[in-house]
């Protein structure tokens, strides 16, 4: 990516004016980065978090403004408050520092408990767990939202079997309903191969733009499908939205529970409630003769819990119709409720509820959430 082409993108933005300064947003300062990867273009827009909604026009256009220009395909800005200078240095080693203390949430007034799932690595099955668990509640008669937050790997449009941008209203965007649930992911808005070539700060812009430009409504839970790892998403919902807690799902075996104790362990430094771990793809059962066979081993999810002196939330068996399933676009706890795979995610879904209960009847009192 030429210099010349990036100079060129940007005084292609000194058309758009910053309402606020009179100034084009190339002047007021207010273009973070420009970044292009062939025919896709990204852009940061750093503003003061109190102008995010007045500013949704200025980035509608500086998109519609990239797309006009030649060779340009697909344009893609976000709003961020977050300066790539500001980021903290990392501590050296031996070093310890305090977490970062929890900010005052602005977010999502109207959602009574949200929830991040959440795991040390990839590769656990924690966008699964978070759909079904999802779906499993909504099941129970509560009113659930999903939003996926894996800015670079999105799962949710094939989970759900939904391929449709999301509409809007006025200037925020509507979930899209599916399953009894109300969902948003980036995946909705970018073709499903399209690489999401993204540094920390345009995340988390794109994080909070769609928990506060999205029209969620009033909601008992908002499922939250987090990355894997510990990062920039990990810390911006932490601090930009007060989380009910977080559910940290690992396979059995030894390396998968390393990456779950650094889930926890961080969650703990940033003052989030850990609700408990799942122990996914507990088991092995053949689909043809029924046989059981620990192929990650067994139970190491429920003795790290108790290790952690964290609860442990349920285990969910390894079968080919949670796979196909997910991969048709119709998730087994839906489809076929009445199957053990569905069965477990309805006693994962009770589980979290109580532990979010127990956790909001000791903040303060309020509105209680039955599981009947």
Known sequence: MSGERIGALREALRAIIDPASGKDIVAAGLVEGIEQKGSLVQVALVVPRERAASMEPVRRAVEATLARQPGITNATAVLTAHRAGAAQTPPRPGESRPAEPRQTAT??????????????????????????????????????????????GPSLPRMLGLARRPEMAGEKLLPIPAWGLKAM????????????????????????????????????????????????????????????????????????????????????????????????????????????????????????????????????????????????????????????????????AANVAEAVERGLAASGPGPRITIS
Not at 112 to 117: F, G, H, T
Not at 216 to 230: A, E, H, R, S, Y
């Open 185 to 348: 992911s980036i995946g909705f808005l970018v073709e499903e191969e399209t690489p999401m070539i993204w540094r920390g700060p345009m995340v988390m812009g794109a994080l909070e733009q769609m928990l506060g430009q999205v029209v969620w409504g009033k909601l008992d839970f908002l499922i939250v499908d987090m990355p894997p790892g510990t990062g920039d998403a990990q810390l911006t919902m932490a601090q930009r939205v007060k989380l009910a807690g977080a559910v940290i799902v690992s396979t059995p075996q030894d390396i998968a529970l390393i990456d779950a104790r650094r889930g926890v362990r961080m969650f703990e430094r940033t003052h989030v409630p850990v609700l408990g771990l799942v122990e996914n793809m507990s088991v092995f059962i053949c689909p043809h003769c029924g046989g059981r066979s620990e192929i990650f081993g067994h139970g190491g999810a429920r003795k790290e819990a108790a290790r952690l002196g964290v609860p442990f939330l349920g285990e969910v068996p390894l079968l080919l119709a949670i796979r196909e399933t997910g991969d048709q676009g119709t998730p087994i706890a839906a489809s076929e409720p009445e199957s053990a795979a569905a069965q477990a995610f309805a006693a994962l």
């Open 107 to 152: 977010l999502l007034p109207e959602v009574r408990a949200i929830v991040a799932i959440a795991s040390g690595k990839g590769g656990v099955g924690k966008s699964t767990v978070a759909v079904n668990l999802a779906v499993a509640l909504a099941r129970l008669g509560r009113t659930v939202g999903l939003l996926d937050a894996d800015i670079y």
